[in-house]
T-cell receptor
Framework: QKEVEQDPGPLSVPEGAIVSLNCTYSNSAFQYFMWYRQYSRKGPELLMYTYSSGNKEDGRFTAQVDKSSKYISLFIRDSQPSDSATYLC????????????FGTGTRLKVLA | DGGITQSPKYLFRKEGQNVTLSCEQNLNHDAMYWYRQDPGQGLRLIYYSQIVNDFQKGDIAEGYSVSREKKESFPLTVTSAQKNPTAFYLCASCPGGIYGYTFGSGTRLTVV
């Protein structure tokens, strides 16, 4: 079993839809959670980060962490064709070496 | 503008050759990382360095080598011992703490 599981998709939605992207994990030591967006043939860019449990909102993006279920989510409201990309979750344990474990990524297509 | 520069963007290697991928950052970040990305496998950590003149193996270090002689630079050498080097290579840096990575734009290595 992988430490971090992420549905590879592709996930296709119409423009304006609410998108839910999810990751599950097995290591209860993970404390820091990140979401990255990666366009084709580019490096990932950081979208959101959260520490421990709870929600964080930034514009159209909301990140949720449920540590009791070992489950994190990224919601995208009013999705746009420009949101079409691969979304990667990443997580790290408290302190130490700052290593992050990445999910395999979910490919999202927002249809105009 | 601050960022991470990876070069070259595309690299072709003949069987039995060593090649070196460049990674330079002007963000004044202490930690730097090399990841390999293959379709369906997400990002896998090759090597990382938290401080100049020190580095640690990641999950897939065999066939790779690195150096960290300057804070700004973290070159990766793909040696002939790496049997399947064709992949997308990503360099990242991090200031530490609860901050995420900043990634470069990647180098696509192909064995010919």
């Amino acid at each position: 079993q992988k430490e971090v599981e992420q549905d590879p998709g592709p996930l296709s939605v119409p423009e304006g839809a609410i998108v839910s992207l999810n990751c599950t994990y097995s290591n209860s030591a993970f404390q820091y959670f990140m979401w990255y967006r990666q366009y084709s043939r580019k490096g990932p860019e950081l979208l959101m980060y959260t520490y421990s449990s709870g929600n964080k909102e930034d514009g159209r993006f909301t990140a949720q962490v449920d540590k009791s279920s070992k489950y994190i989510s990224l919601f995208i409201r009013d999705s746009q064709p420009s949101d079409s990309a691969t979304y990667l979750c990443a997580m790290s344990a408290l302190g130490g070496t700052y290593k992050y474990i990445f999910g395999t990524g979910t490919r999202l297509k927002v249809l105009a | 503008d601050g960022g991470i520069t990876q070069s070259p963007k595309y690299l072709f290697r003949k069987e039995g050759q060593n090649v070196t991928l460049s990674c330079e950052q002007n963000l004044n970040h202490d930690a730097m990382y090399w990841y390999r990305q293959d379709p369906g496998q997400g990002l896998r950590l090759i090597y990382y360095s938290q401080i100049v003149n020190d580095f640690q193996k990641g999950d897939i270090a065999e066939g790779y080598s690195v150096s960290r002689e300057k804070k700004e630079s973290f070159p990766l050498t793909v040696t002939s011992a790496q049997k399947n080097p064709t992949a997308f290579y990503l360099c990242a840096s991090c200031p530490g703490g609860i901050y995420g990575y900043t990634f470069g734009s990647g180098t696509r290595l192909t064995v010919v």
